[in-house]
């Protein structure tokens, strides 16, 4: 029997005044990926960062292994590992030390990094100052922050974008090895992300 770990009930948003999600249910167990898909401005931005606490409900519940997580929000954002639009990169520190700040700031161990410079080869960029980097560049340094992380659920907006196709397969590896492991990951996303058994919510219908 597959464990359920996180539930989402009955959640809306409102943005500006003007409902943008309505009524969102879903379940995800260990293993895993929600693919957010729809139009321009059907919601995919506000339910990721609805679940990440970065903006309020107007309605519903997010519960982890059965908990709802406003009740400890500390807590549930240790457990999720966040990519935004922007990088979340401090642009004056070099790839190298971003991830060190952000492994520090979740007591995490620091040979993990080493792995995700790996992954997305970083490691001949690793000492270069991130407002040096290209935006695929920069990108790569984000998801590699993101792979770098003990986070059980990762929440991507649009991770595909500007990277190549060599750093697509990166990111799929990437995400298959976290889902192997029992992670989960929501993505909003117009393209496929390639990753076998990954399920899709469109929003906006």
């Given amino acids: 029997m597959t464990t359920v770990l996180l539930e989402v009930t009955g959640l809306s948003c409102r943005r500006g005044g003007r409902m943008v999600l309505g009524n969102i249910s879903f379940e995800l167990a260990g293993g ?51 990519l935004g639009h922007l990088d979340g990169l401090k642009g004056d520190l070099s790839v190298q030390e971003n991830l060190s700040v952000a492994a520090r700031l979740r007591d995490e161990a620091p040979d993990r990094i080493a792995r995700a410079l790996a992954a997305f080869d970083l490691e001949p960029l690793a000492r270069r100052d991130v407002r040096t980097l290209s ?56 393209a496929p992300i390639g990753v076998p058994g990954a399920r899709a919510l469109e929003l906006g219908r």
């Fill in 135 to 190: 935006a695929g560049q920069r990108r790569r340094a984000a998801l590699a922050r993101v792979a770098a992380s003990h986070a059980p659920l990762w929440l991507l907006d649009e991770p595909l974008n500007a990277l190549d196709a060599p750093s697509q397969a990166a990111l799929r590896a990437a995400l298959g090895g976290h889902l192997a492991a029992g992670g989960l990951a929501i993505a909003a996303t117009h």
């Fill in 32 to 82: 895993e990926l929600l693919a957010l898909t729809g139009r321009n401005g059907s919601g995919k931005t506000t339910l990721l960062r609805a679940l990440a606490l970065l903006v309020r409900a107007e309605a519903g519940r997010i519960c982890w292994h059965g908990e709802d997580v406003v009740r400890d929000r500390e807590s549930w954002r240790r457990q999720v590992a966040w």
